[in-house]
């Protein structure tokens, strides 16, 4: 089975200063990583995602992700928040894809609250 | 850009009585799922559903659930018996082949009293 850590439920952050969410997974498989976010009363939205290739995946808004299989973490980074950025961010991970077979189910990290102040 | 659509957005029930909870997916989508998030805990998965049936449960989707593809275009999650910890918010999502297209709905908030 897979499991998600997200090391912090909260991080306040002022507006125009860089910003790193933490996640770090556990699977004895390979694995997809996404991170998602969800805005107050809002659903999911895809912000970025790894399956594969390059490790720096960069996603919507300005936000990027690295892939560190030796450390099994999958951070988020922005380099400059602003206060449209404040919500809640998730971590997800899937199994990958075994001989085509793979129904995708994802396992999510707990949250973690990004709150931006001016 | 294609969306998953859900309905109702909000639903308030009595315990004991059945809900239904609508999703159309996106149209050339394969899978789809149903996750609950309680309020403030973690997104978490029902039940993922290919072929026409169920392909993998988690412990949460007891007897109580159900899902239904009716007409090849609606998603359909039952909940027979409604409890007080059925409150939550259901998203419905769909995707095509591999993990691109993975798209959530906007969900539906239910609330058992």
């Known amino acids: 089975a897979q499991s998600v850590t997200q090391l912090d439920s909260q991080v306040p952050v002022f507006e125009e200063a860089p910003v790193e969410l933490r996640c770090n997974y556990s699977s004895s498989v390979s694995v997809y990583l996404f991170w998602y976010v969800q805005y107050p009363n809002q659903g999911l939205q895809l912000l970025l995602k790894?399956?594969?290739?390059?490790?720096l995946v960069k996603g919507i808004n300005g936000f990027e992700a690295e892939f560190n299989k030796s450390q099994t973490s999958f951070h988020l980074r922005k380099p400059s928040v602003h206060i449209s950025d404040t919500a809640e961010y998730f971590c997800?991970?899937?199994?990958?894809?075994?001989?085509?077979?793979?129904?995708?189910?994802?396992?999510f990290g707990q949250g973690t609250i990004l709150t931006v102040h001016p | 850009e294609p969306e998953v659509t859900q309905t109702p957005s909000h639903q308030v029930t009595q315990m004991g009585q059945e809900v239904i909870l609508r999703c159309v997916p996106i149209s050339n989508h394969l899978y789809f799922y149903w996750y609950r998030q309680i309020l403030g805990q973690k997104v978490e998965f029902l039940v993922s559903f290919y072929n026409n049936e169920i392909s993998e449960k988690s412990e949460i989707f007891d007897d109580q659930f159900s899902v239904e593809r009716p007409d090849g275009s609606n998603f359909t999650l039952k909940i027979r018996s409604t409890k007080l910890e059925d409150s939550a918010m259901y998203f419905c999502?769909?995707?095509?082949?591999?993990?691109?297209?993975?798209?959530f709905g906007s969900g539906t908030r239910l609330t058992v009293v």
């Open positions: 790894y399956l594969s290739g390059s490790t």
């Open positions: 997800a991970v899937s199994v990958a894809n075994a001989g085509g077979t793979s129904y995708g189910k994802l396992t």
């Open positions: 999502a769909s995707r095509g082949q591999g993990h691109y297209g993975y798209t």
